[in-house]
């Protein structure tokens, strides 16, 4: 079935550092893919999106690009920031028993030391 | 303003006593659903509406009721709950014939089941 593998974390960096956090997926058919991002205490939101193989979805400085050779939608941040500190969910959406759902990986904490 | 909120936001409760996790979005979605966050497994859906009176189960239907009466809320039943179920809770909506696509997320419900 359709499935969403993210890496593992967590992930601890310093401020400006560069951030790459890797998602791949196993899908039927076409799915969108997202990431979302989890503040402490609150719950998700979306942070980008992308609809079809080679779009790129971008937000508040991350991107990500649907590839579907690779069968990857890794996030990318050039500079990150302390207030960047929360956990990142890559999800795709999927048709599953007969119902378009998202599929979430399992979420990847990332701590931004000052 | 625009949100789904949910209601208690944190709750204790002991082995068998029933209770009821409110959710309500004021955005005139359709689609509605609930998730169970635990650590390591990323959100797992439990139940989900595509409308008024039509729901179904998801991934981790087990142990949990819904009922859609109305189009803005869709409360979460536990009518047995058990210490299994302690687990972060979050219901989601979403625009019409967009059921897989982006999803807005209430704040959350922690639940400690002793």
């Known amino acids: 079935g359709d499935s969403v593998t993210q890496m593992e974390g967590p992930v601890t960096l310093s401020e400006e550092a560069f951030l790459t956090i890797n998602c791949t997926y196993t899908?039927?058919?076409?799915?969108?893919l997202f990431w979302y991002v989890q503040y402490p205490g609150e719950g998700l939101q979306l942070l980008l999106k992308a609809t079809k193989a080679d779009d790129k979805g971008s937000n508040k400085g991350f991107e990500a690009t649907y590839r579907k050779e690779t069968t990857s939608f890794h996030l990318e941040k050039g500079s990150v920031q302390v207030s960047d500190s929360a956990v990142y969910f890559c999800?795709?959406?999927?048709?599953?028993?007969?119902?378009?759902?998202?599929?979430f990986g399992q979420g990847t904490r990332l701590t931004i030391n000052p | 303003e625009a949100q789904v909120t949910q209601n208690p936001r944190y709750l204790i409760t002991v082995t068998g006593k029933k209770l009821t996790v409110t959710c309500s979005q004021n955005?005139?979605?359709?689609?509605m659903s609930w998730y169970r966050q635990d650590p390591g497994l990323g959100l797992r859906q439990i139940y989900y509406s595509m409308n008024v009176e039509v729901t179904d189960k998801g991934d981790v239907p087990e142990g949990y009721k819904v009922s859609r009466k109305e189009k803005r809320n869709f409360p979460l039943i536990l009518e047995s709950p058990s210490p299994n179920q302690t687990s972060l809770y979050f219901c989601?909506?979403?625009?019409?014939?967009?059921?897989?696509?982006?999803?807005?997320f209430g704040p959350g419900t922690r639940l400690t089941v002793l």
């Open positions: 999800a795709l959406s999927g048709w599953i028993q007969g119902a378009q759902k998202l599929v």
């Open positions: 955005m005139n979605h359709e689609y």
């Open positions: 989601a909506s979403s625009p019409p014939g967009l059921a897989g696509d982006t999803q807005y």
């Open positions: 899908a039927t058919g076409y799915p969108s």
